[in-house]
């Protein structure tokens, strides 16, 4: 089965920076996408960022545009988001997912989950 081990969550000021690993094992595919979500307190998860390993395909959403960077290291199985000018809104639990094929915005199209890691923003 597909593994996904996520990291680098922490505590920072608004406007400092945090890096999120996302680590994925056991597939075989090569037509694939990891995605980052997140979910905040008493909130939806939300789509944050997408990349899809045949194209490179990169997906944003609105709110992070500007700030937030994912990329792919293929060699190492590792997928990053980069997290600059943090804002306090940016709070939440942090997730990576893998699903076959193109990037998707709804969470329920992915089919496996990390654990998550929480990003906490102060003011």
């Known amino acids: 089965d597909v593994q996904l081990q996520a990291s680098g969550g922490g505590s920072v000021q608004a406007g400092g920076s945090l890096r999120l690993s996302c680590a994925a094992s056991?597939?075989?595919?090569?037509?694939?996408?990891i995605g980052w979500f997140r979910q905040a307190p008493g909130k939806e998860r939300e789509g944050v960022s997408c990349i899809n390993s045949g194209y490179g395909d990169k997906y944003y959403v609105d709110s992070v545009k500007g700030r937030f960077a994912i990329s792919s290291d293929r060699a190492k199985n590792t997928v990053s988001l980069q997290m600059d000018s943090l804002k306090p809104e940016d709070t939440a639990v942090y997730y990576c997912a893998y699903r076959r094929g193109s990037c998707h915005a709804v969470a329920g199209e992915y089919d496996y989950w990390g654990q998550g890691t929480l990003v906490t923003v102060s003011s």
């Open positions: 056991g597939f075989t595919f090569d037509d694939y996408s």
